[in-house]
């Protein structure tokens, strides 16, 4: 699906190369700036700054003069408003309405089709822009009205503002979420479990530390290595695990005992 994060007369450069960031930690690029305050607000030091590894986005990003330019070749508009108008579209958290979306609206979409020519009725054609406000008075009223959503994101209710860049955050978050989001990558590759032999080793040595201590009676042993036996196979330790466990055990059974000479 193809997505597009428009900002609309954004006057702080900063929240521009924030926003850059924001979308491309979430794997989106396409940015288009419609009217912003300043010419020239792309290429502002603090925007650059702020991009921090974005630069890419900044750089393709597009500034147009009007909304409807900025709107070319999209197919469902969603607006982003802290409060909701009196009339205009229905107004839905993000998550609630990316659900119908996906699993309802572009069902039906797909049934009708999006285009005469069967050809391009695909999701892959299916465009999502999401439109946000000045930092100084949010959408206008005009452009909300000729969205199919508000979107609303669920905030405490004695302090819902929030950060123009923050906004894109959360919004690209959930969005690429609804899209089936990334996969978490482990910051160590995962340990190689030990097998059911080195598991056995492993209880044979703490029997043998565990008896000459004096906390397994060999002639009652009761189920304490049964029990033992369960627990570590709940625990499913890695093999260093196991070696460490072998090495409490040899150093039990290198331990003085208490009377030897």
């Not at 959503?149 to 123009?164: D, K, M, W, Y």
């Not at 009761?222 to 466990?245: G, S, Y």
Request: proline share 6%.
């Amino acid at each position: 699906m193809r997505t597009r994060f428009v900002l609309v007369q954004t006057s702080h450069p900063g929240n521009v190369g924030a926003a850059a960031r924001a979308m491309k930690t979430m794997g989106f690029g396409d940015l288009v700036l419609v009217a912003p305050r300043w010419p020239n607000l792309l290429r502002r030091e603090i925007a650059i700054q702020r991009a921090s590894g974005a630069l890419d986005v900044l750089e393709r990003a597009r500034v147009v003069a009007t909304l409807e330019e900025a709107l070319e070749g999209m197919h469902h508009l969603c607006a982003t408003a802290m409060t909701p108008r009196d009339f205009g579209p229905p107004t839905r958290t993000p998550r609630e309405h990316f659900d119908l979306l996906l699993n309802e609206e572009l069902a039906a979409l797909d049934t009708q089709g999006l285009e005469a020519d069967s050809s391009k009725n695909s999701t892959s054609d299916f465009g999502v822009a999401f439109l946000f406000g000045s930092e100084r008075f949010g959408m206008a009223n005009a452009d909300v009205y000729r969205c199919h959503v508000a979107l609303s994101i669920p905030t405490s209710p004695h302090f819902g503002s929030l950060n123009l860049a923050a906004a894109v955050q959360v919004i690209a978050y959930e969005w690429r979420l609804a899209l089936g989001g990334f996969a978490v990558r482990d910051a160590t590759p995962a340990a190689a479990l030990a097998d059911s032999a080195q598991l056995a080793g492993m209880l044979a040595h703490w029997e043998q530390a565990l008896t000459q201590i004096g906390f397994l009676d060999p002639g009652a042993p009761k189920k304490l290595m049964p029990r033992l036996n369960q627990l570590f196979n709940r625990a499913h330790p890695t093999r260093e695990e196991v070696h460490i466990l072998r090495g409490i055990a040899r150093a039990m059974l290198d331990a003085p005992r208490p009377g030897a000479r």
